[in-house]
């Protein structure tokens, strides 16, 4: 089925030891997704959702102890274990092969084995990078369809000649025990039994485009990134594009999908990527930005018309939901849709909605869904060169500590600001709700090797361009001292996003502050808003006995990365609390 003999003798190889009744090569094809959604239809995978109101949409209830990625069966298997870093889970690469073996062996009997080429990134794109995927799970093939850029035109691409990414994936018996996400980075292959949800299973996204991309990344010269891209066109129509990483679950898709408020006459946010980016420095020294991924896997829960109609407005058809509940007329719900509750729903278990079940959606339930479909969807989204980015944000969750907006002082600082990312934890992966964790440039579940070599792969590039973007830091989450939070969020975000493009135009003001450049309460355009000055004061303000212990937590964060945490990041820390202090005592 292909020409390509490395591809061809793995595919046998890996029917060899999985023993499927069938292999299907995927094309892509609308012919072949209808027939994968017969298929699951036929056999429970996919629910028919209302056809009038919901046209071609289908519901997935995956397992209920499959319902997010289990970050702690999540390994990276690299011959030294130095190499993987105390970020990440570590296994020898040939105790993961013999364990990962076992567990294929036959676990395809009875099964179709289906193959998926695919290409992360735009086709024709110097940045683009290809995989091949062999899964179980017709789900699976359903959702890379809309995630990646499956089928002919990517097997073309490999067949060029151009290395690709071997994913085997299997949903085993899902049984938690027996549930392992492998990567290899030394050899580009990914290896996933167990589970299938999202994250653990579609490897094109956080598997490749993050954890092995993030290794290649690191070795080629460029950043492969867990971030959303957004243009920001102004009132005279020039755009500018930003990159944004904020932890899971922090809004990200919300903001690449800002519907500026009423009274930002002229502006407008185009949409680029929701999740992750791959950015190189390009032929004119600027750093050049590609979305790899086709689609959104969003989070449901939370998404209206009120806090994101882009998206709304992107969803309604063509789309795969997991795990939202259902209303009887086969209409997909989730807690924080527009409308009153429906007397009656059917639950993300299907069962008859029940309060004490808890909510009738799964918090981290989904949609799937072509990044065509969004009203906002840029129209440089799938430009081989991709967009040059002007601003890199990088965001958290917290009701303390961060303000809602500075700057960095540079590439070294905004380095390090990167690297003291923290976020209260949510539903989005298996654990503990509501706990502050560190999460570096948001890619604490997802870089494939040290931390510490990869701050020094982020500061490497200041001596290769002086074309830097600007770095900023943002918190949209603070709160007042009765828990209220301060800061109205979802589209008034676009504020703080104008200040940032101003910045980088050199039009507006800034305080220096130890922690970074923040604005004064006149510098950010709250007009119309109902904001009181004092409100933003608050939301604007840096305690220093507050930052003092945020130092001091951020110093023990860097200390158990041990030798190779560069020592212009502890330099920088150094730094902060000596004008902290200095500032205190004047
Ligand atoms: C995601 C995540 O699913 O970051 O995008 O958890
Ligand atoms: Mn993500």
Same mark, same amino acid.
């Given at each position: 089925?292909?020409?390509?003999?490395?591809?061809?003798?793995?595919?046998?190889?890996?029917?060899?030891?999985?023993?499927?009744?069938?292999?299907?090569?995927?094309?892509?094809?609308?012919?072949?997704?209808?027939?994968?959604?017969?298929?699951?239809?036929?056999?429970?995978?996919?629910?028919?959702?209302?056809?009038?109101?919901? $046209? &071609?949409?289908?519901?997935?209830?995956?397992?209920?102890?499959?319902?997010?990625?289990?970050?702690?069966?999540?390994?990276?298997?690299?011959? &030294?274990?130095?190499?993987?870093?105390?970020?990440?889970?570590?296994?020898?690469?040939?105790?993961?092969?013999?364990?990962?073996?076992?567990?294929?062996?036959?676990?395809?009997?009875?099964?179709?084995?289906? *193959?998926?080429?695919?290409?992360?990134?735009?086709?024709?794109?110097? =940045?683009?990078?290809?995989?091949?995927?062999?899964?179980?799970?017709?789900?699976?093939?359903? &959702?890379?369809?809309?995630?990646?850029?499956?089928?002919?035109?990517?097997?073309?691409?490999?067949?060029?000649?151009?290395?690709?990414?071997?994913?085997?994936?299997?949903?085993?018996?899902?049984?938690?025990?027996?549930?392992?996400?492998?990567?290899?980075?030394?050899?580009?292959?990914?290896?996933?039994?167990?589970?299938? =949800?999202?994250?653990?299973?579609?490897?094109?996204?956080?598997?490749?485009?993050?954890?092995?991309?993030?290794?290649?990344?690191?070795?080629?010269?460029?950043?492969?990134?867990?971030?959303?891209?957004?243009?920001?066109?102004?009132?005279?129509?020039?755009?500018?594009?930003?990159?944004?990483?904020?932890?899971?679950?922090?809004?990200?898709?919300?903001?690449?999908?800002?519907?500026?408020?009423?009274?930002?006459?002229?502006?407008?946010?185009?949409?680029?990527?929701?999740?992750?980016?791959?950015?190189?420095?390009?032929?004119?020294?600027?750093?050049?930005?590609?979305? $790899?991924?086709?689609?959104?896997?969003? *989070?449901?829960? +939370?998404?209206?018309?009120?806090?994101?109609?882009?998206?709304?407005?992107?969803?309604?058809?063509?789309?795969?939901?997991?795990?939202?509940?259902?209303?009887?007329?086969? /209409?997909?719900?989730?807690?924080?849709?527009?409308?009153?509750?429906?007397?009656?729903?059917?639950?993300?278990?299907?069962?008859?909605?029940?309060?004490? &079940?808890?909510?009738?959606?799964?918090?981290?339930?989904?949609?799937?869904?072509?990044?065509?479909?969004?009203?906002?969807?840029?129209?440089?989204?799938?430009?081989?060169?991709?967009?040059?980015?002007?601003?890199?944000?990088? +965001?958290?969750?917290?009701?303390? *500590?961060?303000?809602?907006?500075?700057?960095?002082?540079?590439? /070294?600082?905004? *380095?390090?600001?990167?690297?003291?990312?923290?976020?209260?934890?949510?539903?989005?992966?298996? +654990?503990?709700?509501?706990?502050?964790?560190?999460?570096?440039?948001?890619?604490?579940?997802?870089?494939?090797?040290?931390?510490?070599?990869?701050?020094?792969?982020?500061?490497?590039?200041?001596?290769?361009?002086?074309?830097?973007?600007?770095?900023?830091?943002?918190?949209?989450?603070?709160?007042?001292?009765?828990?209220?939070?301060?800061?109205?969020?979802?589209?008034?975000?676009?504020?703080?996003?104008?200040?940032?493009?101003?910045?980088?135009?050199?039009?507006? +003001?800034?305080?220096?502050?130890?922690?970074?450049?923040?604005?004064?309460?006149?510098?950010?355009?709250?007009?119309?808003?109902?904001?009181?000055?004092?409100?933003?004061?608050?939301?604007?303000?840096?305690?220093?006995?507050?930052?003092?212990?945020?130092?001091?937590?951020?110093?023990?964060?860097?200390?158990?990365?041990?030798?190779?945490?560069?020592?212009?990041?502890?330099?920088?820390?150094?730094?902060?609390?000596?004008?902290?202090?200095?500032?205190?005592?004047?």
């Amino acid at each position: 089925m292909t020409t390509n003999q490395e591809l061809a003798a793995w595919v046998k190889t890996v029917a060899a030891l999985t023993q499927p009744d069938r292999i299907h090569w995927c094309d892509g094809s609308p012919e072949e997704h209808g027939r994968l959604i017969d298929e699951m239809l036929a056999s429970g995978t996919l629910i028919k959702l209302n056809e009038r109101t919901h $046209p &071609n949409c289908f519901l997935h209830r995956s397992d209920p102890s499959d319902v997010a990625r289990v970050e702690h069966l999540t390994y990276i298997c690299t011959q &030294n274990e130095d190499d993987a870093g105390s970020n990440n889970n570590w296994m020898d690469p040939a105790e993961a092969r013999a364990k990962m073996e076992q567990l294929f062996a036959g676990c395809m009997r009875g099964r179709t084995m289906y *193959v998926i080429p695919y290409l992360m990134g735009p086709y024709g794109s110097p =940045y683009a990078r290809a995989g091949v995927e062999i899964t179980d799970s017709p789900y699976v093939v359903a &959702n890379m369809r809309v995630m990646a850029r499956i089928g002919k035109r990517s097997l073309e691409h490999i067949e060029s000649g151009k290395t690709f990414v071997k994913g085997l994936h299997s949903i085993g018996d899902l049984n938690p025990d027996r549930r392992f996400i492998m990567h290899f980075p030394e050899e580009l292959m990914i290896q996933s039994v167990g589970s299938g =949800y999202g994250g653990n299973a579609l490897l094109g996204k956080k598997c490749h485009a993050l954890r092995i991309a993030s290794w290649q990344a690191r070795t080629e010269g460029w950043l492969a990134e867990h971030m959303l891209l957004l243009g920001i066109q102004d009132p005279d129509g020039h755009t500018s594009y930003v990159a944004a990483a904020f932890p899971s679950a922090c809004g990200k898709t919300n903001l690449a999908m800002l519907s500026p408020p009423e009274t930002m006459k002229g502006w407008k946010v185009w949409t680029v990527g929701d999740d992750i980016a791959w950015m190189h420095i390009g032929p004119d020294g600027r750093l050049w930005a590609i979305n $790899p991924e086709a689609g959104f896997f969003g *989070v449901a829960p +939370g998404t209206s018309l009120k806090t994101n109609a882009n998206c709304m407005n992107t969803l309604g058809r063509d789309t795969i939901y997991t795990n939202v509940a259902m209303t009887p007329d086969g /209409e997909p719900w989730w807690e924080g849709l527009d409308g009153e509750r429906p007397a009656k729903l059917i639950d993300w278990q299907g069962r008859p909605y029940d309060p004490a &079940n808890g909510p009738a959606a799964h918090p981290n339930s989904r949609f799937t869904v072509a990044a065509s479909q969004c009203p906002s969807y840029s129209d440089k989204a799938n430009a081989p060169e991709g967009v040059p980015i002007s601003a890199i944000i990088f +965001g958290g969750r917290r009701s303390t *500590v961060a303000p809602l907006v500075f700057e960095a002082m540079d590439w /070294e600082h905004g *380095v390090f600001a990167g690297a003291a990312v923290a976020s209260e934890t949510t539903a989005a992966a298996v +654990g503990a709700v509501g706990q502050v964790r560190r999460d570096s440039m948001a890619m604490k579940p997802f870089c494939g090797y040290h931390f510490g070599d990869y701050w020094n792969h982020w500061l490497s590039f200041q001596t290769r361009t002086s074309k830097l973007p600007r770095v900023f830091h943002v918190n949209w989450f603070r709160k007042d001292e009765n828990g209220k939070f301060m800061w109205p969020g979802y589209g008034e975000n676009m504020r703080v996003l104008k200040w940032i493009v101003e910045r980088c135009n050199g039009k507006a +003001g800034a305080a220096r502050t130890p922690i970074g450049f923040v604005p004064g309460p006149g510098d950010i355009d709250v007009s119309g808003l109902g904001i009181g000055e004092e409100v933003l004061r608050a939301l604007l303000a840096i305690d220093h006995d507050v930052w003092e212990h945020e130092t001091t937590d951020i110093a023990a964060y860097f200390a158990s990365f041990g030798e190779r945490v560069p020592a212009a990041l502890k330099q920088q820390l150094a730094r902060i609390r000596a004008e902290i202090d200095a500032q205190r005592a004047a």
